[in-house]
């Protein structure tokens, strides 16, 4: 028997992106795919690349729709899986939702960032965070996941190997990031017209940016300690795809690191550590679950660089949510999501 899925929020990259993966998952079908917007349409009307892949219709995101799923991905804006996942839940259907309404643990800081009363504080002291090569364990037994954002994503597994060996300064962490243009969602904004993003390169969000407590969230949970984050995301002129350099300071300036990063993730299907001299790119990604992470001390200025790159809309989004939907439903974690990056 097959994982029967449903997808809410259909219209957008990850959603679709996530309608994608799962139509050549062997274990999974999806069902059901919503979408106010485009409720009637077919898939390939809306996105060729899809035509004789699926033979499915956008539908109103109800219950009568999603009655028959084992699992529902909202690919939601904030706001909307906190008011109906509770529903999916009282009927034995896991909930796995991409958008923000879980990944903040206190209801209050959450509401600050996101300018709305979080109403579900019961359904977020549930949630679990999402990210296997943190929380496989816990990840098996959940019902209800929240799914890392793209840039927490790329910046905790840099991270995870230090953090966890006490082997940096945490008072100083420095995440400079930047994202390509669909990591923006795909509604219009002006900022996104090819006119105004292409042939630039721009901060953003460098005085608060909504993943800065999500980040700092899981920082202190790995380290055990409080975290000076400064963290500074930037918009990049392509489509997909996340690069995270983060600058620390070792504890011990003597200590060569790259055996705890080769430990950590050496039975990680989807993390890779390169080769010393090495450094990533997002092309080698691309389309992929895979994360690439490279480390590089610099002695003239006594800091430790570690470079990561994703594919924001894959293991920054729908790849590690079904990544997430194969170990709540027992399958082996990597079934469906072994593409290697494309080239060029």
Not at 92 to 97: E, N, P, T
Not at 154 to 171: F, M
Not at 200 to 209: L, M, Q, T, W
Not at 237 to 256: C, F, H, N, Q, W
Request: with cysteine; glycine share 8%; net charge neutral.
């Amino acid at each position: 028997m097959k994982i029967k899925a449903g997808i809410i929020g259909g219209s957008g990259y990850t959603g679709i992106e996530v309608l994608r993966i799962l139509r050549q998952h062997p274990k999974a079908e999806v069902v059901a795919i919503c979408s106010r917007s485009l409720h009637g349409k077919k898939i390939e009307e809306v996105f060729p690349n899809l035509a004789r892949l699926s033979n499915l219709t956008f539908s109103m995101p109800n219950m009568e729709s999603l009655n028959e799923c084992d699992v529902v991905f909202f690919a939601t804006p904030h706001g909307v899986a906190m008011e109906s996942a509770g529903a999916y839940l009282e009927k034995g259907i896991k909930v796995i939702d991409l958008g923000a309404d879980f990944r903040i643990q206190s209801p209050s800081i959450w509401s600050k960032w996101y300018n709305m009363e979080h109403t579900q504080p019961a359904l977020l002291s549930e949630a679990v965070y999402g990210q296997p090569e943190i929380r496989r364990e816990t990840i098996k037994g959940a019902r209800l996941i929240a799914n890392p954002g793209c840039y927490p994503t790329a910046i905790l597994l840099a991270l995870k190997p230090l953090l966890e060996n006490n082997l940096i300064d945490c008072s100083n962490i420095i995440a400079d990031c930047k994202s390509g243009a669909s990591g923006a969602g795909r509604s219009a904004h002006q900022a996104m017209l090819l006119c105004e993003a292409s042939e630039s390169f721009k901060p953003y969000g460098v005085s608060g940016h909504r993943h800065f407590p999500e980040i700092k969230q899981e920082l202190e949970l790995m380290s055990s300690k409080e975290v000076g984050l400064t963290f500074v995301p930037h918009l990049v002129p392509m489509i997909r795809g996340i690069e995270a350099t983060l600058y620390v300071d070792l504890l011990d300036s003597t200590k060569d690191v790259r055996p705890y990063f080769e430990k950590a993730y050496q039975n990680e299907d989807f993390v890779k550590i390169l080769p010393e001299g090495f450094y990533p790119e997002t092309r080698s990604v691309k389309s992929s679950n895979y994360c690439q992470i490279a480390i590089q001390y610099v002695e003239h200025s006594n800091k430790l660089v570690i470079m990561s790159v994703i594919d924001n809309l894959v293991k920054g989004a729908a790849g590690q949510a079904i990544q997430n939907m194969n170990l709540m439903f027992g399958i082996k974690e990597n079934t469906g999501l072994t593409q290697i990056g494309l080239l060029p």
